[in-house]
């Protein structure tokens, strides 16, 4: 399904998120997918099962996916999960603003950057 870089700074429950985020986006997994359970996703990945609870936890809270008792996960509808990913990353993206300006970047420097879009190095 997807991968987790384990010597990454990024959280493995971040990750988790990432990946089903960009799963969904790309249309990989399609509006009402069903999701491995923890469990099953856990053994997949060799973490905690807690890990891939939490990461659900947090997807769901932000309407992403949606869980059916005694069912499993699933993607919730594409309009409630698609406004759910674009809240999500205009969050990081104010995060990521203010990191920038606190660093010494300027707005010029901001807009540059966006205007560059898909040519951003890491």
Known sequence: MFQIDYRSKVSVCDQIISNIIRLKTLGVLPSGAKLPSVRVLASKLSVNPNTVQKAYTLLETSGIICTVRGKGSFLCEDNL??????????????????????????????????????????
């Open 81 to 122: 999960a698609d406004s759910a990913i674009k809240e999500a990353a205009k969050k990081d993206f104010r995060k990521a603003v203010k990191t920038a300006l606190d660093l010494g970047l300027n707005s010029n420097d901001l807009i540059e950057i966006i205007n560059a879009k898909g040519d951003v190095k890491e």
